[in-house]
T-cell receptor, first 113, second 112 residues
Framework: AQTIHQWPVAEIKAVGSPLSLGCTIKGKSSPNLYWYWQATGGTLQQLFYSITVGQVESVVQLNLSASRPKDDQFILSTEKLLLSHSGFYLCAWSPTTSAETLYFGSGTRLTVL | GEQVEQRPPHLSVPEGDSAVIICTYTDSATAYFYWYKQEPGAGLQLLMSVFSNVDRKEEQGLTVLLNKKDKQLSLNLTAAHPGDSAVYFC???????????FGQGTVLSVIP
């Protein structure tokens, strides 16, 4: 069975500080990987997706970047956090043959002060 | 681009009653439809997926109806119980672009 693990569970960070969020998928080779952002009480917005190692497509510009250093790992980062980065970050994966069915991780709650 | 309107934003129903959530989408090329459930502080759990060649799908107390003519998708929880209390999201995709468009979410409260 496939499992998806996100870390950390929650972060409280200062404006201007760096950030790195991680996501690992086990039990599935070559998954499509996604980062979604959810503002408090809001809907989900896709930020990035990746279909293979080393390749990441940006969907929305939020002064964030993403990387896929390994087949099973997806990293979201920024060098300088903004207040507007606060929210809930969700990593998701989908099988390469059925890209639209997403399976989500448990998320990271980010608070920027 | 695709836009999805979900209503109602909040819904309270007594235990045992049914709850209906409706999403309206704009892109006639939309082919994939999903309902997700999000419990407090947690990720999204896929409840049901429906493809455009299906008008009705029932699973474990949930009924999804797809009206392609009106571009409307609905989720009906029959005999809701307190464990169904959560935020529900619809999501749609035209396929082939790796992008789901989500509705705004419905906060469902089932009152014991």
């Amino acid at each position: 069975a496939q499992t998806i693990h996100q870390w950390p569970v929650a972060e409280i960070k200062a404006v201007g500080s760096p950030l790195s969020l991680g996501c690992t998928i086990k039990g599935k080779s070559s998954p499509n990987l996604y980062w979604y952002w959810q503002a408090t009480g809001g809907t989900l917005q896709q930020l990035f997706y990746s279909i293979t190692v080393g390749q990441v497509e940006s969907v929305v510009q939020l002064n964030l970047s993403a990387s896929r250093p390994k087949d099973d790992q997806f990293i979201l980062s920024t060098e300088k956090l903004l207040l507007s980065h606060s929210g809930f970050y969700l990593c998701a994966w989908s099988p390469t043959t059925s890209a639209e069915t997403l399976y989500f991780g448990s998320g990271t709650r980010l608070t920027v002060l | 681009g695709e836009q999805v309107e979900q209503r109602p934003p909040h819904l309270s129903v007594p235990e045992g009653d049914s709850a209906v959530i409706i999403c309206t989408y704009t892109d006639s090329a939309t082919a994939y439809f999903y309902w997700y459930k999000q419990e407090p502080g947690a990720g999204l759990q896929l409840l049901m997926s429906v493809f455009s060649n299906v008008d009705r799908k029932e699973e474990q107390g949930l009924t999804v109806l797809l009206n392609k003519k009106d571009k409307q998708l609905s989720l009906n929880l029959t005999a809701a119980h307190p464990g169904d209390s959560a935020v529900y999201f619809c999501a749609v995709s035209a396929g082939g672009n790796n992008k789901l468009t989500f509705g705004q979410g419905t906060v469902l409260s089932v009152i014991p």
